[in-house]
């Protein structure tokens, strides 16, 4: 009963966590993704996340796994630190409550409920001191509008 339980709550987290937008940044690592490949276990669901990105520098995560499980010692270190290294790290244990404190948080963080509970007012969203200033900032943040380099040196020259 428990563990049907378990895996139930766990597709639920799952299920909720596909639903999050997307990072318009990428990493290595994403949240949503980490959060996704974790819960899935736990579900006992197939893994859906698992897609080979590759970055900047050429390489993908499966190459630096392949890296690391082929030389002799990774970090060039001993074995005996490394079974160190693994006994330290801890075992996930999850069970009901802490499945459901980790629902309940997703919900919390996807209604806004601080956001609402702790109103900001318009003076911190626009300040007076320098209101175009923080415009651009807030552009260029939720990407409606980048400054290229000729504007940002006359941003740095005028100061406006």
């Given at each position: 009963?428990?563990?049907?339980?378990?895996?139930?709550?766990?597709?639920?987290?799952?299920?909720?966590?596909?639903?999050?937008?997307?990072?318009?940044?990428?990493?290595?690592?994403?949240?949503?993704?980490?959060?996704?490949?974790?819960?899935?276990?736990?579900?006992?669901?197939?893994?859906?996340?698992?897609?080979?990105?590759?970055?900047?520098?050429?390489?993908?995560?499966?190459?630096?796994?392949?890296?690391?499980?082929?030389?002799?010692?990774?970090?060039?270190?001993?074995?005996?630190?490394?079974?160190?290294?693994?006994?330290?790290?801890p075992q996930e244990t999850w069970?009901?409550?802490?499945?459901?404190?980790?629902?309940?948080?997703?919900?919390?963080?996807?209604?806004?409920?601080?956001?609402?509970?702790?109103?900001?007012?318009?003076?911190?969203?626009?300040?007076?001191?320098?209101?175009?200033?923080?415009?651009?900032?807030?552009?260029?943040?939720?990407?409606?509008?980048?400054?290229?380099?000729?504007?940002?040196?006359?941003?740095?020259?005028?100061?406006k």
């Amino acid at each position: 009963m428990s563990a049907n339980f378990s895996t139930k709550t766990a597709k639920k987290i799952v299920d909720f966590l596909k639903n999050l937008p997307n990072d318009r940044i990428q990493h290595y690592v994403d949240f949503k993704e980490l959060q996704i490949q974790r819960f899935e276990k736990i579900a006992g669901i197939q893994s859906s996340v698992l897609k080979d990105k590759k970055f900047e520098d050429g390489l993908s995560l499966s190459d630096v796994k392949d890296m690391l499980t082929r030389t002799k010692s990774p970090l060039g270190l001993q074995k005996s630190v490394l079974k160190k290294f693994a006994e330290a790290v801890p075992q996930e244990t999850w069970n009901d409550t802490l499945l459901n404190q980790q629902l309940a948080s997703l919900k919390t963080i996807s209604n806004d409920k601080y956001k609402k509970m702790y109103d900001v007012s318009d003076k911190l969203y626009q300040p007076h001191g320098n209101p175009q200033y923080y415009q651009r900032l807030l552009d260029e943040i939720t990407g409606k509008s980048k400054e290229n380099f000729f504007t940002a040196m006359k941003t740095v020259i005028t100061g406006k």
